[in-house]
């Protein structure tokens, strides 16, 4: 159980170009997904938490309309790099926190494998 | 603001035991996390402790917490090529849900 996938896996755009990245959580129902931005062998950066049904909440520094994000159902949110350029070329990565029940009481996040997106 | 560090990179030899640790900042009341990277994947969740908590095994892994010196560890014993990977600490502050990420250890495990 506890499966989130995340489509594409691997994306090449041209510049200035948008690119659509979906998030699903597929056993479990996900109030809150999260969006990480992972640089070569660098940490995890957060950039926003999605609610369902609600507006993002971006961290300092993410500009909220270069990176939208949608979360129009309990199992899918989306993130849209809009006007890609290279510099955001990087390893995006979804998290989905269980909405409580059986999954864990620790409230543990699940992670999706990753979206590597190369921006020419 | 919350930090959370780690050792970057670890060597061991296959059957060793391996210890990655982990220091951090804030002592509120929360979980602390362990996941494994392994290339080009996701990250994976190992396990994870509250900190109320000194110790937890898990087949292979013991994590250890020292709430007073704020210092977490993730014990491997019998380490095997498979667990070569890197591995994430991770700390939860209060109720916010988000994740605090160490810079992450590189364990690189030698036959």
């Known amino acids: 159980g506890a499966v989130v996938s995340q489509h594409p896996s691997r994306v090449i755009c041209k510049s200035g170009t948008s690119v659509k990245i979906e998030c699903r959580s597929l056993d479990f129902q996900a109030t809150t997904m999260f969006w990480y931005r992972q640089f070569p062998k660098q940490s995890l950066m957060l950039m926003a938490t999605s609610n369902e049904g609600s507006k993002a909440t971006y961290e300092q520094g993410v500009e909220k309309d270069k990176f939208l994000i949608n979360h129009a159902s309990l199992t899918l949110s989306t993130l849209t790099v809009t006007s890609a350029h290279p510099e955001d070329s990087s390893f995006y990565i979804c998290?989905?926190?269980?909405?409580?029940?059986?999954?864990?009481?620790?409230?543990?996040?699940?992670f999706g494998p990753g979206t590597r997106l190369t921006v020419l | 603001g919350e930090d959370v560090e780690q050792s970057l990179f670890l060597s061991v030899r296959e059957g060793d035991s391996s210890v990655i640790n982990c220091t951090y900042t804030d002592s509120s009341s929360t979980y602390l996390y362990w996941y494994k990277q392994e290339p080009g994947a996701g990250l994976q969740l190992l396990t994870y402790?509250?900190?109320?908590?000194d110790m937890k095994q898990d087949q292979r892994l013991t994590v250890l917490l020292n709430k007073k010196d704020k210092h977490l560890s993730l014990r491997i014993a019998d380490t095997q090529t498979g667990d070569s990977a890197i591995y994430f600490c991770?700390?939860?502050?209060?109720?916010?849900?988000?994740?605090?990420f160490g810079q992450g250890t590189t364990l690189q495990v030698k036959p």
């Open positions: 991770a700390k939860r502050p209060g109720n916010t849900g988000k994740l605090i």
């Open positions: 998290s989905a926190r269980t909405s409580g029940g059986t999954i864990s009481s620790a409230d543990t996040q699940y």
């Open positions: 402790i509250f900190s109320n908590m």
